[in-house]
């Protein structure tokens, strides 16, 4: 009674909302979080191990510009102390790049009151595989690893202790290819703090996984974090502290190469609203060029050592208003002695029960050396419930950055319990002339049946 399968055939996922775009200031990928519903059922038994930067398996990784043939997953509880996963997909090939099946079994019991252990196996294999077709791929990755999961009864005490290895074709040494992560947190209600570590070996590979920092080649990280709040008797806050996070980077021949700490003093506010205000130190030593703007630029050379400061701001407004807002903004220099100016803004109003109307603005002003550059990312979304089985959304996205105008406008009739009947226009093109990149209008039916 507990288990769910599920079972997929072509699937296009045309009705999925659209990612929300975000400005690329840094030197490794940006996240995105999984939207498809075939992948997000009972997910948290595949996406929880690991951290938010250091995840073995990212469900994102399948299907990404090729289409899904098929797919069938298998996950729930077998008794009140085992939980079980199962994932198995196959892609199509395409030009040089093969087809690929992705094979994931996650294993979980219970352990003492709110702690557990998990196993994973994650195996991406390349099918029909050529050296002289498809060399630039591998033929196979696999990981295979366990963690631990960590929470006292008070609550006092959280965290988790994870091991992984990983196997690719043309690893140089075995000894290289484990990656280890762990972190211990102490939280009362004053007074709290976090003691997090990393290291990936040079050949750890995870290409069904999340791990940006992989990059690097082999690395080391320590990531500290102590805070304490004071509680006070006022109309107007809860509380008021300060906190203090870093971390620190070392390459394989451990030569420090990356560094951040940020003082926050944030405020606890009796509306449910916060604040805060930040200070931060940063060092980079570039392992590779980078162009600082992500536009193109001339980039900065490798082995260039880079030291800024920054000093910023951010106040999110009370969660329970009809209007809603977030305001931030960060000022300091940058790579390079450069100097960066970023303000964000966010506002919504609700309309209840009908509407809700949102309005986001990232803005970036850079000036390096090689001359400044101007960052925007402006987001109007517009959400509208006719009645309570009939949906409209239309979501634009401006983004110059990746020279990028974004429409997606989607209209949702749910004629049933599970059954929907979708209309969905998507639009990009180019914001200089408008020149249409792509476009789509898709008529969608889906119906569930109860057996």
Same mark, same amino acid.
């Given at each position: 009674?507990?288990?769910?399968?599920?079972?997929?055939?072509?699937?296009?996922?045309?009705?999925?909302?659209?990612?929300?775009?975000?400005?690329?200031? *840094?030197?490794?990928?940006?996240?995105?979080?999984?939207?498809?519903?075939?992948?997000?059922?009972?997910? *948290?038994?595949?996406?929880?191990?690991?951290?938010?930067?250091?995840?073995?398996?990212?469900?994102?990784?399948?299907?990404?510009?090729?289409? !899904?043939?098929?797919?069938?997953?298998?996950? &729930?509880?077998?008794?009140?102390?085992?939980?079980?996963?199962?994932? *198995?997909?196959?892609?199509?090939?395409?030009?040089?790049?093969?087809?690929?099946?992705?094979?994931?079994?996650?294993?979980?019991?219970?352990?003492?009151?709110?702690?557990?252990?998990?196993?994973?196996?994650?195996?991406?294999?390349?099918?029909?595989?050529?050296?002289?077709?498809? &060399?630039?791929?591998?033929?196979?990755?696999?990981?295979?690893?366990?963690?631990?999961? @960590?929470?006292?009864?008070?609550?006092?005490?959280? &965290?988790?202790?994870?091991?992984?290895?990983?196997?690719?074709?043309?690893?140089?040494?075995?000894?290289?290819?484990?990656?280890?992560?762990?972190?211990?947190?102490?939280?009362?209600?004053?007074?709290?703090?976090?003691?997090?570590?990393?290291?990936?070996?040079?050949?750890?590979?995870?290409?069904?996984?999340?791990?940006?920092? !992989?990059?690097?080649?082999?690395?080391? %990280? !320590?990531?500290?974090?102590?805070?304490?709040?004071?509680?006070?008797?006022?109309?107007?806050?809860?509380?008021?502290?300060?906190?203090?996070?870093?971390?620190?980077?070392?390459?394989?021949?451990?030569?420090?190469? *990356?560094?951040?700490?940020?003082?926050? #003093?944030?405020?606890?506010?009796?509306?449910?609203?916060?604040?805060?205000?930040?200070?931060?130190?940063?060092?980079?030593?570039?392992?590779?060029?980078?162009?600082?703007?992500? +536009?193109?630029?001339?980039?900065?050379?490798?082995?260039?050592?880079?030291?800024?400061?920054?000093?910023?701001?951010? #106040?999110?407004? +009370?969660?329970?208003?009809? @209007?809603?807002?977030?305001?931030?903004?960060?000022?300091?220099?940058?790579?390079? &002695?450069?100097?960066?100016?970023?303000?964000?803004?966010?506002?919504?109003?609700?309309?209840?029960?009908?509407?809700?109307?949102?309005?986001?603005?990232?803005?970036?002003?850079?000036?390096?050396?090689?001359?400044?550059?101007?960052?925007?990312?402006?987001?109007?979304?517009?959400?509208?419930?006719?009645?309570?089985?009939?949906?409209?959304?239309?979501?634009?996205?401006?983004?110059?950055?990746? %020279?990028?105008?974004?429409?997606?406008?989607?209209?949702?009739?749910?004629?049933?319990?599970?059954?929907?009947?979708?209309?969905?226009?998507?639009?990009?093109?180019?914001?200089?002339?408008?020149?249409?990149?792509?476009?789509?209008?898709?008529?969608?039916?889906? #119906?569930?049946?109860?057996?």
């Amino acid at each position: 009674p507990s288990l769910n399968l599920d079972l997929t055939v072509n699937p296009d996922f045309s009705q999925v909302d659209v990612d929300v775009q975000q400005t690329n200031l *840094d030197r490794f990928e940006l996240f995105f979080p999984e939207r498809r519903q075939f992948f997000m059922e009972n997910a *948290d038994i595949f996406a929880n191990f690991g951290y938010a930067t250091f995840r073995p398996f990212f469900s994102r990784r399948i299907g990404l510009g090729v289409p !899904i043939l098929f797919g069938a997953r298998l996950s &729930g509880k077998l008794d009140k102390n085992w939980r079980i996963g199962v994932l *198995d997909t196959q892609t199509a090939a395409q030009d040089s790049l093969p087809a690929h099946n992705f094979a994931v079994f996650a294993l979980q019991r219970k352990l003492f009151a709110r702690s557990n252990v998990r196993f994973m196996f994650i195996n991406k294999e390349s099918l029909h595989y050529t050296e002289a077709k498809n &060399g630039f791929y591998n033929r196979y990755n696999r990981n295979v690893g366990a963690e631990f999961n @960590l929470a006292s009864v008070n609550n006092l005490w959280t &965290g988790k202790a994870m091991v992984f290895r990983s196997f690719s074709p043309h690893s140089l040494s075995g000894s290289e290819e484990w990656s280890h992560a762990a972190d211990i947190s102490y939280n009362k209600a004053s007074l709290f703090g976090q003691w997090q570590h990393e290291y990936a070996g040079n050949d750890y590979n995870a290409e069904a996984g999340y791990v940006p920092n !992989i990059t690097r080649g082999k690395y080391y %990280k !320590i990531g500290p974090s102590i805070g304490y709040l004071f509680f006070i008797r006022s109309r107007v806050l809860i509380s008021h502290g300060p906190k203090l996070t870093g971390s620190v980077f070392w390459d394989r021949h451990f030569r420090y190469s *990356d560094s951040e700490v940020i003082l926050n #003093y944030n405020f606890n506010f009796k509306d449910r609203s916060t604040g805060l205000i930040w200070l931060s130190n940063n060092y980079v030593k570039l392992l590779q060029p980078f162009d600082p703007t992500n +536009t193109g630029k001339e980039p900065l050379q490798a082995g260039t050592e880079h030291t800024w400061k920054t000093a910023g701001f951010e #106040y999110i407004s +009370t969660p329970q208003s009809a @209007l809603t807002y977030t305001l931030a903004g960060r000022y300091g220099s940058y790579y390079a &002695g450069g100097e960066r100016t970023n303000l964000r803004a966010e506002a919504g109003y609700r309309f209840q029960p009908y509407a809700a109307v949102n309005l986001s603005g990232n803005y970036n002003h850079i000036e390096l050396p090689s001359g400044s550059t101007d960052l925007w990312l402006i987001g109007p979304r517009v959400d509208v419930t006719f009645r309570n089985n009939l949906f409209f959304t239309t979501f634009v996205q401006y983004n110059n950055q990746a %020279k990028n105008i974004n429409l997606n406008t989607r209209l949702q009739w749910r004629y049933k319990p599970a059954s929907d009947l979708f209309l969905v226009y998507t639009d990009n093109y180019l914001p200089e002339n408008f020149h249409v990149k792509n476009r789509a209008l898709v008529l969608k039916f889906t #119906y569930w049946w109860n057996m």
